[in-house]
């Protein structure tokens, strides 16, 4: 099966998920925004910025202009940050409404908007009417885009209430090294990949302040509680949270320095400013707009995030980390399980 592929953003992920579908032997056009970008693709088949040292397959193309490289596209990948995915959305949907093609639309973005607290697949679905398409879904799960550029083992899940676009998708993009299994929970895989990115800035804290193992475990431990606590709230299956975009991720973005989020957190364990980190880093790091919305949304449906809480009064009140670490260890003794 031979699939022509469009991809928008052409950031770290975006780059090593076109490379890999080219490998796959799809038609793969990968669009961004800058012509210096899309130059360095086409005719070095290199995007140093993002992927140093990583050789493209050649047959890759790139191209800023968003009509053309969407042109028949049997399936569009969103892999632009969360916040900008409603602007990318609305570009689209006029080029799509001039044809009768309607493509799968898959999101690989990780987060929850600003603003409106959706969940990226609703944002694409609140721009794009399901008449445009055949079919909304998201790929998460445990995916550094490092370890996959050199063909290491991963494993997504791809999710959907379109059992069928799910398993079109998990096809076109399995190979020896990248295998995808479906669900059709997408509430729970998208809160479990969004949320985790916010108990990952607090993982890389704990790293950069010099605290040990158990530390670690409690923080993934009581995390994954709170993750599930508000994805049930919005109407995820609880089993969802012990998967692929659940633990699987949290563990892989927790224990990482490829994680950007985690990067972070451990910079500002370290004594660094929040701006400094983010201006420095040249990638997005979705936990930090995420914990914002987790925080407001938790409110919201009143549901108990001391963590996400805590980093959010890190990240947005200034709060010293050893302060806000003290508050969590000094709330009052509960039970472990809420039932
Ligand atoms: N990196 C990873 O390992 C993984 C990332 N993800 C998720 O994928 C998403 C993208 O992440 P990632 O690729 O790492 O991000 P990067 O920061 O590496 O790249 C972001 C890309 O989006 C582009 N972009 C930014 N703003 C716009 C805009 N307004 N219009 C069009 N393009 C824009 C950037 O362009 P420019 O360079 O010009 O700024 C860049 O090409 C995130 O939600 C992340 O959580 C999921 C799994 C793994
Ligand atoms: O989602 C990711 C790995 O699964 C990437 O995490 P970071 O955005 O923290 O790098």
Same mark, same amino acid.
């Given at each position: 099966m031979s699939e022509k592929i469009a991809v928008l953003g052409a950031g770290s992920w975006g780059t090593v998920l076109a490379n890999l579908l080219t490998e796959n032997g799809h038609d793969v056009t990968i669009w961004a925004y800058l012509q210096k970008d899309t130059d360095e693709i086409n005719n070095k088949h290199t995007n140093e910025h993002y992927l140093p040292g990583l050789r493209l397959n050649e047959k890759l193309v790139a191209n800023t202009d968003l009509a053309e490289s969407v042109?028949?596209?049997?399936?569009?990948?969103?892999?632009?940050?969360?916040?900008?995915?409603?602007?990318?959305?609305k570009q689209l949907l006029p080029i799509l409404e001039k044809t009768d093609k309607k493509p799968v639309i898959v999101s690989a973005a990780k987060g929850l908007e600003v603003g409106t607290y959706d969940r990226v697949s609703q944002v694409i679905q609140s721009v794009i009417p399901a008449e445009q398409t055949n079919g909304v879904v998201v790929i998460s799960g445990p995916s *550094?885009?490092?370890?996959?550029?050199?063909?290491?083992?991963?494993?997504?899940?791809?999710?959907?209430? /379109?059992?069928?676009?799910?398993?079109?998708?998990?096809?076109?993009?399995? /190979?020896?090294?990248?295998?995808?299994?479906t669900n059709q929970d997408v509430i729970g895989v998208e809160m479990g990949a969004a949320l985790k990115n916010v108990i990952a800035i607090g993982a890389g804290a704990l790293h950069g302040l010099g605290y040990g193992d158990n530390a670690k475990a409690a923080l993934i431990t009581r995390g994954l509680a709170e993750i599930s606590r508000l994805g049930v709230k919005m109407g995820a299956d609880p089993l969802t949270f012990i998967g692929l975009s659940g633990v699987g991720d949290l563990i892989?973005?927790?224990?990482?320095? *490829?994680?950007? /989020?985690?990067?972070?957190? /451990?910079?500002?364990? *370290?004594?660094?400013?929040?701006?400094?980190?983010?201006?420095?880093m040249g990638q997005v790091v979705e936990g930090v707009s995420t914990a914002k919305v987790a925080h407001e949304l938790a409110q919201k449906e009143g549901v108990e995030m001391p963590i996400t809480d805590a980093i959010y009064a890190v990240l947005y009140e200034d709060k010293p980390i050893k302060q806000a670490i003290t508050d969590l260890m000094q709330r009052e003794s509960k039970p472990e399980f809420d039932y």
């Open positions: 042109k028949d596209a049997d399936l569009v990948l969103f892999v632009v940050p969360t916040n900008v995915v409603r602007g990318v959305a *550094h885009a490092e370890d996959t550029s050199v063909k290491d083992i991963t494993t997504l899940t791809a999710a959907s209430t /379109n059992l069928e676009a799910a398993q079109y998708v998990q096809h076109v993009f399995a /190979n020896s090294y990248f295998r995808l299994y892989v973005t927790a224990t990482s320095r *490829h994680s950007r /989020n985690w990067r972070c957190g /451990n910079q500002l364990g *370290h004594g660094e400013k929040l701006q400094d980190v983010l201006d420095n």
